[in-house]
């Protein structure tokens, strides 16, 4: 007996929790159309709203049904011609060399273990059902079979689908989506993010404008230039009120969201692989497995779908011998010393973090042969025989000697020119015949879609994590892909590269991560210019940015809080003034803008660890005590204004509640605000203990903190540094 799924005879599907449903049917004529994405409305015999067959002049009817238009029908999973002219989920030249086709239902079935999808990674399943939809166009001998994943615990459905052609000739998939879902006709706003280096997660937003908006990306990473969600929400939503809507593509590579809105003004969002420079040759008897899309629903406006989401990337994403366990506070090499690590350097730093109380030490970028700047040196992963003469295994050793955990950095994917990989294999490369391949970041990419290739990177990854004496991985990834294409695969498959890239990339992630799993990965390219689900789901944190300044990783941390919760991202304590951006900041500042993210560290060199030492150990022991409050802590965006943000991230029992309020530029005769904490208990009373002003412990009732607010010109008073710009307030308020 199925909880969350029920079918009527005459095809009706209900999917649902106690907080929302999902619902469609089979048409008279065997199309899945759809009824509703939203707020719980259980199951009925009938519904009061639905795909009308409304005479529409000119447009034509599908197959000769009176008033059937499928440009004015919400579907499932469209094809296009045949009447329906929007932008389809699914488009293929079938064996008779045309693109028309329909995908009638065949038949269903309910599962009570989510399945995998082959190759590609998945939400767990948990407590859940799916229901897997066959659709078949007999004619072209086309078979879909959509899954949709519906949890106990979670306002998420999950979808995906795998095509099979059951012809004896080859066909040709010109795109392939993951989900459709058709919304009528309202006025709508999108969210999505976007960026660039260093500046990533800006939110944009917009009236979900006529005609077809696209965030992409073509370049072989999902990439900072727009992350692979997007929430389409009520006008006017807030961050508390209003319905919200969101999708999330759990892949790493080539993607595209969409939202078009027509001429009948109904609005389809569709999720999938990128079709732009993307086919893929069907061979008789085989099938395609779409990546899986994510929709999460909610009625409590933005915080209440980010919640959803970061419930769910916790729980059913993050993989499970991580997700309850608190990071350990780290010290990286990175900005310490960049490319100038080596044995003495890395062991006083190593003794310095154990006396400011860290307990991971982490050798970034420069430990390799002959890797002094990023010019050249990768791809043969020995250790520099001048910088390290004893190997990685031993200061490894060393370093935990002294009580720390050690983490290495690899950048597996690349290759340098000056490398003997390079000299042994120059066709283990992406790229195309004849055509010098352009350099980014003076490296190329290696050719994972090559089994070869994949079983070397594993076997170099191997040999350093076999010794057991690396706690963590950090993983980057530095550059775009360009000249796509790959030397084992023939002409017409060419444009298969980029996605049997991430299928090469997943398969190795999930050879290592099965062996070793217990060593901590990090997920990093460039910050966070591959910074998605897909990655995600073989490692627990990522490391969202490389600005590390803390005004401009507000902003950052802010708009990736939409969709990523505090468990994943990783942040630390980098130098002032800032080597991005060159603006100086308090300790203060750096200290609580990092505070909401799981992962938390530092990122100086001896001199400036030295000098700041009593600051930097009071920054660790606060960091390592609320460590695992934060791996598990619900995040809010109190306040999200030009000049100044607020947090808020409750313990997940609720006991503590953490507040931090950053003003950007100090103003002169500034007004009396206030912000008003979420979500805690009115009927308990709370301590405050406020950071910049131990003595002052004062108790509020939840509902007057609620309710009436807290008062924010302590900041004044409060902060170490003087007056300013650039300027934190941390407060904690402890349930008694
Ligand atoms: C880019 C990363 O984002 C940085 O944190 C650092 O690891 C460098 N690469 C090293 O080259």
Same mark, same amino acid.
């Given at each position: 007996?199925?909880?969350?799924?029920?079918?009527?005879?005459?095809?009706?599907?209900?999917?649902?929790?106690?907080?929302?449903?999902?619902?469609?049917?089979?048409?008279?004529?065997?199309?899945?159309?759809?009824?509703?994405?939203?707020?719980?409305?259980?199951?009925?015999?009938?519904?009061?709203?639905?795909?009308?067959?409304?005479?529409?002049?000119?447009?034509?009817?599908?197959?000769?049904?009176?008033?059937?238009?499928?440009?004015?029908t919400?579907?499932e999973?469209?094809?296009?011609a045949?009447?329906?002219?929007?932008?389809?989920?699914?488009?293929?030249?079938?064996?008779?060399?045309?693109?028309?086709n329909?995908?009638?239902?065949?038949?269903?079935?309910?599962?009570?273990?989510?399945?995998?999808?082959? $190759?590609?990674?998945?939400?767990?399943?948990?407590h859940?059902?799916?229901?897997?939809?066959?659709?078949?166009?007999?004619?072209?001998?086309l078979?879909?079979?959509?899954?949709?994943?519906?949890?106990q615990?979670h306002?998420?459905?999950?979808?995906? +689908?795998?095509?099979?052609?059951?012809?004896?000739?080859t066909?040709?998939l010109?795109?392939?989506?993951?989900?459709?879902?058709?919304?009528?006709?309202?006025?709508?706003?999108?969210?999505?993010? @976007?960026?660039?280096?260093?500046?990533e997660?800006n939110?944009?937003?917009l009236?979900?404008?006529?005609?077809?908006?696209?965030?992409?990306? +073509?370049?072989?990473?999902?990439s900072?230039?727009?992350?692979?969600?997007?929430?389409?929400?009520?006008?006017g939503?807030?961050?508390?009120?209003?319905?919200?809507?969101?999708?999330?593509?759990?892949?790493?590579?080539?993607?595209?969201?969409?939202?078009?809105?027509g001429?009948?003004?109904s609005?389809?969002?569709?999720?999938?692989?990128n079709?732009?420079?993307?086919?893929?040759?069907?061979?008789?008897?085989?099938?395609?497995?779409?990546?899986?899309?994510?929709?999460?629903?909610s009625?409590?406006?933005?915080?209440?779908?980010?919640?959803?989401?970061?419930?769910f990337? @916790?729980?059913?994403?993050?993989?499970?011998?991580?997700?309850?366990?608190?990071?350990?506070?780290?010290?990286?090499?990175?900005?310490?010393?960049?490319?100038?690590?080596?044995?003495?350097?890395?062991l006083?730093?190593?003794d310095?973090?154990v006396?400011?109380?860290?307990?991971l030490?982490?050798?970034?970028?420069?430990?390799?042969?002959?890797?002094?700047?990023?010019?050249?040196?990768?791809g043969?992963?020995?250790?520099?025989?001048e910088?390290?003469p004893?190997?990685?295994?031993?200061?490894?050793?060393?370093?935990?000697?002294?009580?720390?955990?050690?983490?290495?950095?690899?950048e597996?994917?690349?290759?340098?020119?000056?490398?003997?990989?390079?000299?042994?294999?120059?066709?283990?490369v992406?790229g195309?015949?004849?055509?010098?391949?352009?350099?980014?970041?003076?490296?190329?990419?290696l050719d994972?879609?090559?089994?070869?290739?994949?079983d070397?990177l594993?076997?170099?990854?191997?040999?350093?994590?076999?010794?057991?004496?690396?706690?963590?991985?950090?993983?980057?990834?530095?550059?775009?892909?360009t000249?796509?294409?790959?030397?084992v695969?023939?002409?017409?498959?060419?444009?298969?590269?980029?996605?049997?890239?991430?299928?090469?990339?997943y398969?190795?992630?999930?050879?290592?991560?099965?062996?070793?799993?217990?060593?901590?990965?990090?997920?990093?390219?460039?910050?966070?210019?591959?910074?998605?689900?897909?990655?995600?789901?073989?490692?627990?944190? $990522?490391?969202?940015?490389?600005?590390?300044?803390?005004?401009?990783?507000?902003?950052?941390?802010?708009g990736?809080?939409?969709?990523?919760?505090?468990s994943?991202?990783?942040?630390?304590?980098?130098?002032?003034?800032?080597?991005q951006?060159?603006?100086?900041s308090?300790?203060h500042?750096?200290?609580?803008? $990092?505070?909401?993210?799981?992962?938390?560290?530092?990122?100086?060199?001896?001199?400036?660890?030295?000098?700041?030492?009593?600051?930097?150990?009071?920054?660790?022991?606060?960091?390592?005590?609320?460590?695992?409050?934060?791996?598990?802590?619900?995040?809010?965006?109190?306040?999200y204004?030009?000049?100044?943000?607020?947090?808020?991230?409750?313990?997940?029992?609720?006991?503590?509640?953490?507040?931090?309020?950053?003003?950007?530029?100090?103003?002169?005769?500034?007004?009396q605000?206030?912000?008003?904490?979420?979500?805690?208990?009115?009927?308990?009373n709370?301590?405050?203990?406020?950071?910049?002003?131990?003595? @002052?412990?004062?108790?509020?009732?939840?509902?007057?903190?609620?309710?009436?607010?807290?008062?924010? @010109?302590?900041?004044?008073q409060?902060n170490?540094?003087p007056?300013?710009?650039?300027?934190?307030?941390?407060v904690?308020?402890?349930?008694?």
């Amino acid at each position: 007996m199925s909880e969350l799924i029920s079918v009527s005879k005459d095809l009706r599907f209900a999917l649902g929790n106690e907080r929302i449903s999902y619902l469609f049917q089979v048409s008279a004529e065997g199309l899945l159309e759809h009824l509703h994405f939203g707020g719980a409305i259980g199951v009925a015999d009938d519904y009061p709203a639905g795909p009308q067959r409304v005479a529409r002049g000119a447009v034509s009817e599908f197959a000769g049904v009176k008033n059937y238009n499928l440009s004015d029908t919400p579907q499932e999973y469209p094809t296009f011609a045949r009447s329906e002219q929007r932008h389809p989920a699914l488009h293929v030249v079938n064996a008779a060399g045309n693109t028309t086709n329909t995908l009638r239902y065949l038949s269903h079935t309910i599962v009570p273990q989510k399945p995998e999808l082959k $190759g590609l990674p998945a939400a767990r399943g948990g407590h859940s059902e799916t229901l897997l939809v066959t659709l078949s166009d007999q004619l072209s001998e086309l078979r879909v079979v959509l899954s949709y994943t519906v949890y106990q615990q979670h306002d998420v459905i999950a979808r995906s +689908a795998e095509v099979f052609n059951d012809g004896d000739a080859t066909i040709s998939l010109q795109h392939a989506l993951s989900s459709c879902l058709d919304l009528p006709a309202d006025d709508y706003e999108l969210l999505h993010l @976007r960026g660039s280096w260093a500046r990533e997660f800006n939110v944009e937003r917009l009236p979900v404008p006529g005609g077809r908006f696209v965030i992409d990306s +073509a370049c072989g990473l999902s990439s900072n230039h727009h992350n692979p969600f997007m929430a389409i929400m009520q006008r006017g939503a807030s961050e508390t009120h209003g319905w919200v809507m969101g999708t999330a593509l759990m892949y790493s590579g080539n993607f595209s969201i969409s939202v078009e809105r027509g001429e009948f003004d109904s609005v389809r969002i569709s999720a999938g692989i990128n079709p732009f420079n993307f086919t893929w040759q069907l061979s008789a008897g085989e099938s395609f497995v779409c990546p899986e899309a994510l929709h999460v629903f909610s009625e409590q406006g933005l915080e209440g779908m980010s919640q959803i989401w970061h419930g769910f990337i @916790r729980e059913q994403i993050s993989p499970t011998q991580f997700k309850d366990v608190a990071r350990p506070s780290y010290l990286n090499s990175w900005e310490a010393n960049y490319f100038e690590v080596d044995e003495q350097r890395v062991l006083e730093l190593a003794d310095q973090a154990v006396d400011l109380g860290l307990e991971l030490l982490v050798i970034d970028d420069g430990w390799f042969q002959g890797r002094n700047d990023d010019s050249g040196s990768l791809g043969d992963w020995v250790a520099d025989s001048e910088k390290f003469p004893r190997g990685i295994d031993a200061v490894a050793s060393d370093v935990k000697a002294k009580g720390l955990k050690f983490g290495l950095w690899f950048e597996p994917e690349m290759v340098s020119q000056n490398s003997d990989l390079y000299r042994a294999h120059p066709e283990w490369v992406l790229g195309v015949p004849d055509r010098q391949p352009s350099l980014g970041r003076n490296q190329l990419m290696l050719d994972l879609c090559r089994a070869d290739v994949c079983d070397y990177l594993y076997q170099r990854l191997d040999s350093f994590l076999s010794s057991g004496q690396i706690d963590y991985i950090k993983w980057d990834m530095n550059r775009s892909m360009t000249e796509i294409g790959s030397a084992v695969l023939p002409a017409e498959r060419q444009r298969e590269t980029a996605h049997r890239y991430m299928l090469g990339l997943y398969a190795l992630l999930d050879r290592l991560t099965s062996k070793y799993p217990n060593v901590l990965f990090e997920n990093c390219a460039s910050g966070g210019n591959r910074f998605d689900l897909g990655m995600l789901r073989f490692m627990a944190q $990522g490391w969202p940015s490389d600005m590390s300044e803390p005004v401009g990783r507000l902003a950052v941390i802010n708009g990736a809080s939409h969709l990523f919760p505090p468990s994943v991202m990783a942040s630390y304590i980098g130098p002032t003034p800032s080597h991005q951006n060159g603006r100086p900041s308090s300790l203060h500042m750096r200290r609580d803008v $990092g505070f909401f993210c799981a992962a938390r560290g530092v990122s100086l060199n001896a001199v400036d660890l030295r000098c700041d030492a009593e600051q930097l150990q009071a920054a660790v022991a606060l960091y390592n005590a609320t460590a695992a409050d934060v791996v598990h802590g619900h995040f809010r965006r109190l306040l999200y204004r030009d000049n100044e943000v607020c947090w808020q991230l409750s313990s997940r029992d609720g006991e503590r509640v953490y507040i931090g309020y950053f003003q950007i530029l100090a103003a002169p005769n500034l007004p009396q605000k206030r912000v008003y904490p979420r979500a805690l208990v009115a009927t308990a009373n709370y301590r405050l203990v406020d950071s910049g002003a131990p003595s @002052r412990k004062s108790i509020f009732s939840g509902a007057a903190l609620m309710k009436m607010g807290l008062d924010l @010109r302590q900041v004044e008073q409060s902060n170490s540094t003087p007056g300013g710009d650039f300027r934190s307030w941390f407060v904690t308020l402890n349930r008694l």
